[in-house]
């Protein structure tokens, strides 16, 4: 009734996507955990760890991109899980080190990767924001808040849906945050 060697193939086709997958699964793991750290080592502003450990990101991803291509890459929550942040632990380093956001070189990441990680990075700076507070340099908290308005003013723009608005709803909470501090260190210091 069916073709034994059409279902042989099917076979064969699942069984390379399936491994595939787990391998896709596996280095977007690898990349998910050292953003987590890179973001950890920026929060306690420890640069150079950061700075290598991006450095181990980029080499990871840039080989998921050699061996399976962009598109097949995109097809995986895993990887774009991890390229968001990725996207977000470059942009707080940007941030952090006084830098213009601009685009990665060298790896092809996808709009919603950028979107996701810009609107989580707004987070990521009241973390640092009430750390530097935290040690005495309330006027970083003015200089994050200005930093997270031009984020927040540049993604006015988009008309976000789904799981996009939903960062970008979390980010605005954040910045509502960043506000709300440098309203009270102003206040403490006109008293």
């Known amino acids: 009734m069916i073709n034994a060697s059409f ?9 390379k996507r399936e491994q595939e997958r787990r391998q896709i699964i596996s280095r977007s793991n690898d990349v ?8 950890f080592a920026l929060q306690r502003e420890e640069i150079k760890v950061a700075e290598e450990k991006l450095e181990t990101m980029e080499t990871l991803l840039k080989k998921m991109e050699k061996e ?7 097809e995986e929550g895993a990887y774009h899980a991890a ?7 470059k942009t707080l380093s940007f941030v952090v080190t006084g830098k213009k956001i601009t685009p990665i070189k060298g790896l ?8 996701g990680g810009l609107c989580d990075l707004i987070g990521e700076m009241v973390r640092i924001a009430t750390n530097r507070a935290a040690k005495g340099k309330y006027e970083s908290v003015a200089e994050m808040k200005e930093k997270a308005e031009e984020i927040m003013n540049s993604l006015l723009d ?15 909470g954040h910045l509502r945050k960043l506000e709300q501090m440098a309203y009270e260190i102003r206040l403490r210091k006109d008293l």
């Open 83 to 89: 390229a968001e942040e990725y996207v977000e632990a």
């Open 32 to 39: 998910l955990f050292q953003a987590k750290k890179t973001i």
């Open 158 to 172: 988009f008309d976000l849906t789904g799981y996009l608005r939903t960062k970008y709803d979390q980010a605005r």
């Open 108 to 115: 092809t990441l996808g709009y919603d990767s950028y979107l």
């Open 7 to 15: 279902v042989n193939k099917l076979k064969a086709d699942y069984k």
């Open 68 to 74: 399976f291509g962009v598109t097949r890459l995109r």
